[in-house]
């Protein structure tokens, strides 16, 4: 475990976002901030570090995040932001509520009902409404959608409560969302808004939408700040490793050059590789000398892959075949799953060896890779839930998402919500 709360290397683009997030609203301030940088260099732990710096008790900061294979409903990272808002006005009590409310009629009037049906968790702050909208075609109804969702950022986000959207992993989000967050930022009535994407730039390839609109930001009046995360020096590496084993920095030089040698800084695998040097026994604390040791010249002979994905991949595999096997189901499935509807599906999807995998995902929970939330296991990071993915061979993809999606059919109970209808859906 890394040391909690604490950034190393990342200074400049702390005080860069700080500056930003406590300058909102006033003229010739950004409303755009754009994150970018290798996967598992260190973008969303940055944003939500920086947070904390925002000294703006009036600015409402709210974010959601798109998902590897897009396995959740389009617009589902917006609606996540929008539900950590209404969760932040009804917190604030009966009279902000009130207030808000009458913002947001005021500024769409009939249309609100727009709003809630595809933002549910508006109605806290909207409430039940009666009205019906107008019918329009698809087209002209993405296009009054995109206005009325410009017309309520206009109403909540205010110079004086200014409003914060982070959105992260766009390299994954949905076309409508990509449109939605694209008419959004070239409002520039919206003097009270923050728009922050982060996105891997090694996983966006020139003809998908985002670098096409990110493009086309550039050309146009907006103004965008480019926060690029890259990997950290060879000396935060041994501040890093320095903390993290409690010893003075002098001491874990002779191991950190190498780890910094063999990850180049990339910070998921510094944590990866020092994970697996532990499992290996090349890096233990000793009770005789109560100190860490480490075996430089066998890390050093360590042969270690340029991606985090790897690493990951290796420890899956070292797990129970049941376990690997539940871990792969769930990647197809999402992000997350309830362990119920995993179980129905371990179970029913394969002979009995492999129904023994339910119990055995707790082995991923031990191992870190997964985490249990409530009735949900969660993969602990998107890049395990990848490494699980590409476990599954190719050509077999295919007829597992089949099968998996047929199977959440069937698991279904009439009063489940739409979620996981949608994830059986888009396998
Ligand atoms: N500057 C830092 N100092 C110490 N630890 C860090 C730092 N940045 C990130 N980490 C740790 O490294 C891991 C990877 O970081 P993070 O998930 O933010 O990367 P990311 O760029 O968002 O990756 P992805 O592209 O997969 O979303 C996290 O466990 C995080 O706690
Ligand atoms: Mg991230």
């Known amino acids: 475990q890394f040391p909690k709360g604490k950034l190393y290397g990342r200074d400049n683009q702390l005080a860069t976002l700080t500056d930003v997030y406590n300058n909102i609203g006033k003229p010739s301030v950004p409303s755009i901030v754009l994150v970018s940088g290798y996967s598992g260099a260190g973008k969303s732990t940055l944003v939500k570090h920086a947070k904390r710096s925002i000294k703006r008790k009036d600015l409402c ?64 702050i909207i409430g039940e409404l009666t009205s019906t909208p107008a019918e329009v075609h698809f087209r002209a109804a993405q296009n009054r959608f995109k206005f009325i969702f410009q017309m309520f950022v206009r109403a909540i986000a205010t110079t004086s409560n200014p409003l914060v959207l982070f959105l992260d992993d766009l390299q994954w989000a949905d076309e409508l969302s990509l449109r939605i967050i694209s008419a959004l930022i070239r409002d520039t009535e919206n003097t009270g808004f923050l728009f922050i994407g ?28 480019n926060i690029n995360v890259s990997s950290i020096s060879k000396e935060d590496v041994n501040n890093l490793i320095a903390d993290t084993v409690g010893m003075p920095q002098r001491l874990t030089k002779s191991l950190s050059d190498i780890v910094y040698q063999k990850t180049s800084g990339n910070i998921l695998l510094v944590a990866q590789f020092l994970e697996s040097l532990l499992d290996e026994d090349l890096l233990m604390f000793s009770l005789d000398h109560s100190t860490w040791m480490w075996d430089s010249k066998g890390i050093d002979a360590r042969e270690i892959a340029d991606d985090a994905g790897v690493l990951l991949s290796k420890k899956i595999l070292q797990l129970p075949r049941g376990c690997q096997y539940g871990m792969k189901l ?27 995998a339910g119990k055995m995902l707790d082995f991923a929970v031990d191992e870190g890779l997964l985490r249990k939330e409530g009735p949900n296991y969660v993969f602990v990071h998107d890049q395990i839930q990848q490494a699980a993915y590409s476990l599954i061979p190719e050509n077999e993809r295919g007829s597992l998402h089949r099968q998996v999606g047929h199977l959440i059919l069937i698991s279904l109970t009439e009063n489940q919500d739409d979620d996981l209808f949608f994830t059986a859906v888009s396998q």
Not at 203 to 223: F, G, H, M, R, W
Request: glycine letters at 4%.
């Open 330 to 356: 769930l990647a197809c499935i999402g992000s997350k799953c309830d362990a119920s509807t995993l179980m129905f599906i371990i179970n029913k999807g394969k002979d009995l060896e492999e129904s023994i």
């Open 198 to 225: 982060s996105y891997r730039d090694n996983e966006v390839a020139p003809s998908d939408l985002l670098p096409i609109l990110i493009n086309e930001l550039e050309t146009s009046k907006v103004q965008v700040t």
């Open 61 to 124: 900061f709210i974010s959601g995040k798109f998902e590897h294979l897009q396995q959740t409903k389009p617009l589902s990272s917006i609606e996540a932001a929008l539900a950590e808002y209404s969760n932040e006005i009804v917190k604030q009590g009966r009279a902000k509520i009130l207030q808000t409310r009458w913002l947001i009629i005021q500024a769409i009037k009939s249309d609100v009902r727009v709003l809630t049906e595809t933002f549910p968790c508006l109605s806290k």
